[in-house]
């Protein structure tokens, strides 16, 4: 299984990004899908998720200008964030909860995009 994320790059405040990340490989079904962020000195933190059903979590630093969505049948999941902070500079992660055939649940991480917003 490859986890593969995009849509990182270098923003002025106040922009938008929407960043992508797509499982692929044999996998049965998703649980959950979800975003986390690691800014330099500072652990891994949640920023959003979403189950297969469709429920949604977010950070409180996240409500309001981030939305997450997914698309299941292609295992993909995506973050649009909306009116960028220098803040929201970090290196966002994705994690995907995944069930593969003749395994069971097993957890994925992709490498990781750069976001950098200047002010």
């Known amino acids: 299984v490859q986890v593969v994320e995009s849509g990182g790059g270098l923003v002025q405040a106040g922009g938008s990004l929407r960043l992508s990340c797509a499982a692929s490989?044999?996998?049965?079904?998703?649980?959950?899908m979800g975003w986390y962020r690691q800014a330099p000195g500072n652990q891994r933190e949640l920023v959003a998720r979403?189950?297969?059903?469709?429920?949604?979590e977010y950070a409180d630093s996240a409500k309001g200008r981030f939305t997450i969505s997914a698309d299941n049948a292609k295992y993909t999941v995506y973050l649009q964030i909306s009116s960028l902070k220098p803040q929201d500079t970090a290196v966002y992660y994705c994690?995907?909860?995944?069930?593969?055939?003749?395994?069971?649940?097993?957890?994925?991480w992709g490498q990781g995009t750069q976001v950098t917003v200047s002010s």
């Open positions: 994690k995907m909860d995944l069930v593969l055939p003749g395994v069971g649940p097993v957890f994925y």
């Open positions: 490989g044999s996998i049965e079904s998703v649980n959950v």
């Open positions: 979403i189950t297969s059903r469709g429920r949604t």
